[in-house]
């Protein structure tokens, strides 16, 4: 079974940076996309940003142009570069990957557990 374990959130002024690392371990047979959804306070997760195996991306719309992601297939890692944050970005941030299985086309939804992010103005 494939584990993600984020890290990298804490507080930051507004429009600073800040960078989360998320990294997959355990029964690894493939990976395809993976990602961040962020949840803040009283509001539904969302999707911030996804990059797929050969390194297409997509972003949501409020980050565009302050948040980059990217990926290292060798190491199982996805990353995710915050710029100009301000404190609408203020979430838990939670990585995703789909996960291949050993003797099938299907691949499995893995989430972590989440790292919060919290922006001050």
């Known amino acids: 079974q494939v584990q993600l374990v984020e890290s990298g959130g804490g507080l930051v002024q507004a429009g600073g940076s800040l960078r989360l690392s998320c990294a997959a371990s355990?029964?690894?047979?493939?990976?395809?996309?993976m990602g961040w959804y962020r949840q803040a306070p009283g509001k539904q997760r969302e999707l911030v940003a996804t990059?797929?195996?050969?390194?297409?991306?997509n972003y949501a719309d409020s980050v565009k142009g302050r948040f980059s992601i990217s990926r290292d297939n060798a190491k199982n890692t996805v990353t995710l570069q915050m710029n100009s944050l301000t404190p609408e970005d203020t979430a838990a941030y939670y990585c995703y990957a789909e996960s291949g299985r050993r003797t099938s086309i299907y691949y499995d939804p893995v989430w972590g557990q989440g790292t919060q992010v919290t922006v001050s103005s």
């Open positions: 990059i797929g195996s050969t390194g297409s991306t």
């Open positions: 355990g029964t690894i047979v493939s990976i395809r996309a």
